[in-house]
């Protein structure tokens, strides 16, 4: 089933990736002055916001872990996953609009990795071979 922490917007406030695409154009502007060359563009401290970002997410993750929603494990490498499909689906909408996941294709990748890859009737690494 779905999992609250993936579907649910408890105070209608929106997601990242919701926020992502209403200012779209910002976030463009962004990420080029970022990566681009600096051409005179202003100075934008984009690592500040990504760690930012970062803190805000594993807060989440240590929360997780300690009110049973997270199995308990390596809380550094489950916030930088979490991270890591954000990056993807920004680097996707602003740079490869065709390709964007969209919220849909963005909680399908985050059920992935909140469900998992491997299969619990074959956790003990047991492979099935054909």
Do not use: W
Request: charged share 30%.
């Amino acid at each position: 089933g779905e999992r609250p922490c993936v579907r649910e917007d408890p105070d209608g406030a929106g997601t990242g990736y919701d926020l992502l695409i209403e200012n779209r154009d910002l976030a463009r502007v962004g990420y080029a002055i970022y990566f681009g060359p600096p051409q005179g563009a202003p100075f934008f401290d984009y690592d500040a916001f990504h760690l930012k970002l970062q803190e805000a997410v594993h807060v989440l993750v240590r929360e997780g872990i300690n009110n049973g929603e997270f199995r308990d494990g390596d809380a550094e490498a489950m916030t930088l996953s979490i991270v890591a499909v954000q990056t993807l689906a920004t680097q996707l909408e602003l740079s490869r609009a065709e390709l964007s996941l969209g919220r849909e294709g963005v909680g399908r990748l985050l059920d992935v990795l909140f469900h998992g890859l491997i299969n619990p009737d074959n956790a003990k690494g047991k492979r099935k071979r054909k």
